[in-house]
């Protein structure tokens, strides 16, 4: 049955908030966390061992911080979900978070429901974001491209239609299932398209696909 489950580590430095998050885990049959730390630096190790569906880190934490941790999980090869869980919704703690390979920003002030529910849309590879995370990022993410239309005509058919996929807020898997591809085809296909895009993660790549969109309708 526990084969079933949706495996999640908790990376917090805060016991009583690991606990707690523990307990509300605990009461979904679906989901169970195989693994809590409380510093990036033991975490990091587990991380590729375990390969956990979901990794649930927190960005405020003593010695290695949770954007350091992050960085170092995606540089080992970690391709578990990570979902940044934080006080802090500055600009540039989000935009730096999203641009080093999170895939979610939550704020630690939700509704305990609204936690799982964002955790389970996590898992099954859709970008979760807090309300007001989305709006930060739309404005920093945003710039005005009028060279867009050239640049998507430098795009192969299969990468257009990857990015499309993309600014869904698809994950690589999604859309390997969606295509009929392997995941690794998806990657590079990801990889050349931001070069090519001059831009530096999916997120961007989505929100400039949506303004595109918006300026220009087919």
Avoid: C
Wanted: charged content about 30%; glycine content about 6%.
């Amino acid at each position: 049955m526990s084969e079933l489950n949706s495996s999640i580590m908790l990376v917090d430095d805060h016991p009583l908030l690991r606990k707690g998050l523990k307990q509300l885990i605990s009461l979904e049959d679906d989901l169970e966390v195989v693994a809590e730390f409380n510093n990036g630096k033991d975490a990091i190790p587990k991380a590729v061992e375990l390969d956990p569906d979901l990794i649930i880190l927190d960005l405020n934490m003593q010695g290695m911080d949770g954007l350091e941790t992050l960085k170092r999980m995606r540089d080992e090869g970690v391709t578990s979900r990570i979902v940044m869980l934080t006080v802090s919704d500055a600009d540039e703690d989000v935009v730096a978070a999203i641009t080093n390979g999170a895939d979610g920003y939550l704020l630690k002030d939700m509704e305990p429901e609204q936690l799982i529910e964002q955790i389970k849309r996590s898992i099954e590879g859709k970008m979760v974001l807090s309300e007001v995370i989305t709006e930060v990022l739309a404005t920093a993410l945003r710039r005005p491209s009028p060279q867009g239309a050239g640049k998507l005509d430098s795009l192969t058919n299969r990468e257009r239609e990857i990015l499309k996929h993309i600014a869904k807020g698809m994950s690589n898997k999604v859309i390997a299932r969606e295509l009929d591809i392997s995941d690794g085809t998806v990657k590079v296909h990801v990889k050349h398209l931001l070069k090519k895009l001059g831009l530096r993660s999916r997120v961007e790549a989505a929100v400039w696909m949506v303004n595109q969109q918006g300026g220009k309708h087919e």
